[in-house]
């Protein structure tokens, strides 16, 4: 018998009708003994979800503002569920501990946590699995930095007493405190991650609602293509870009161990989703895997006379960004001149002492602001081997009366970035499909 850790989302775990499915699944293959799950997600349009709900409720408890009505909410939800699966499991003291965190004064992972949490109690006791917390196993440094190794440790020790387990997503804890830490939203991806590795999981399953990867947005493109196969470099290049299927730091514990992940849908668990692995074969005809895209960004643009010889010029600049904690994208040079790509939102009410300490550290010729600028790529293993694949796109967009305002080729052998105006967004999308997708 395998190993599969199988992750299920927030719509997956919304409701009893979407439980029953995940049982089906999960008894139709037996190999499935490691389960994460999430907080429930929405059950259909204008519901909340339960993290959001308990959020309120935090910040109403911070303003004084009654929040028993909020809670309430969150608990007939969840007794809803276990009435309607008809679960031996007493939830009503895990309320009465929320309640009472609550008043003390909790912090906002902790609350923000008890959606999955519950969750996970509740599905166990559905499926007869062993509960097991992640409080204690994921494990966090003082500044909120996930610890891998002392993290695969924990859970590898802790999970090798129990034959079927499920576990709640998107949270551990500080390891020298014990108090609780949760990722980024989303974070329950990474925790599916880091189980599979800790269990040596010969696959890790992330089930969603959608059947896997697609070469682009639905909501730009039209039924744009599934994915069948994808590299873990390049789920990394689109997630990153903005293909929001699998949270992007979810691809490195399972990379480590080369363990192949497989998104799958819930709802149509009769379709093969797509499988993501260490290397794509070239035996694959496609050039392209995806499209993906983000915008707004600001371009900074630098220029100083004779910069090739200036030593530092560039390290200098990026302390800039460093000083302030402000990340950056991308980084086109020229010889005289450097551009410092920034998504849009890491300058808010930044922008002008990014500029006065740029003009006063590096004493330019000349700064200039590009604002609303989107950025596309496209991603593909076979793309720097392909001939063509640079006049293939600029004929696309010049074709569909769109101007290119960036080109970067070469950090990445494995991708194209180029940057339109934010208007172009969409059009610049649809015109790269039609021509590398529908065009084959």
């Known amino acids: 018998m395998g190993i599969k850790t199988a992750k299920f989302g927030g719509s997956s775990v919304a409701d009893g009708i979407q439980l029953m499915k995940i049982k089906k699944i999960i008894e139709d293959d037996p190999d499935r003994r490691y389960i994460v799950v999430s907080a429930p997600g929405k059950r259909f349009d204008g519901d909340n979800k339960i993290t959001d709900l308990l959020m309120m409720c935090k910040a109403q408890a911070d303003h004084n503002i009654p929040y028993d009505q909020l809670l309430q909410v969150v608990t007939d939800r969840y007794q809803s569920i276990r009435l309607g699966l008809d679960v031996d499991v007493d939830l009503t003291p895990h309320f009465e501990d929320i309640r009472q965190a609550l008043s003390k004064g909790c912090t906002k992972d902790y609350i923000a946590s008890r959606g999955e949490y519950l969750s996970a109690i509740l599905i166990a006791a559905f499926l007869g699995y062993d509960f097991v917390d992640t409080q204690e196993l994921i494990l966090f440094d003082k500044r909120g930095r996930l610890l891998p190794e002392e993290t695969n440790e924990a859970l590898s020790k802790e999970l090798s007493k129990h034959e079927r387990a499920v576990l709640p997503g998107f949270y551990g804890g500080y390891q020298d405190s014990g108090e609780i830490c949760t990722f980024s939203r989303g974070g329950s991806d990474v925790t599916g991650s880091l189980v599979a590795r800790a269990t040596g999981a010969d696959i890790y399953e992330n089930w969603t609602d959608v059947s896997g990867f697609l070469m682009a947005d639905p909501r730009i493109v039209d039924h744009p293509r599934p994915i069948e196969y994808i590299s873990y470099m390049e789920l990394r290049e689109l997630s990153y870009m ?52 983000k915008t707004p960004f600001t371009v900074i643009n630098i220029y100083k006379s004779m910069l090739n010889n200036e030593i530092g010029f560039v390290r200098r600049a990026l302390g800039v960004l460093e000083d302030l904690r402000i990340p950056f994208d991308h980084l086109p040079t020229g010889i005289d001149s450097f551009s410092i790509v920034i998504e849009t939102k890491e300058l808010e009410h930044h922008l002008e002492d990014v500029l006065q300490e740029l003009d006063q550290r590096l004493h330019p010729d000349d700064i200039t602001v590009t604002e609303d600028i989107a950025l596309i790529a496209i991603v593909g293993m076979g793309l720097y081997r392909t001939v063509g694949v640079i006049s293939q796109l600029t004929t696309a967009l010049s074709d569909a009366g769109i101007n290119i305002r960036m080109l970067n080729q070469g950090a990445s052998d494995i991708n194209v970035i180029v940057g339109v105006a934010a208007p172009d967004f969409e059009p610049a999308i649809r015109a790269i499909y039609r021509a590398f997708v529908e065009g084959e």
């Open 242 to 293: 903005g293909a929001g299927v699998l949270h992007e730091d979810a691809v490195f514990p399972v990379r480590m161990a080369n363990i192949p992940i497989n998104i799958r849908n819930t709802n149509r668990p009769q379709d093969p989703g797509t499988i993501i692995t260490t290397e794509r074969t070239y035996d694959n005809p496609k050039t392209l895997s995806g499209i993906a895209g």
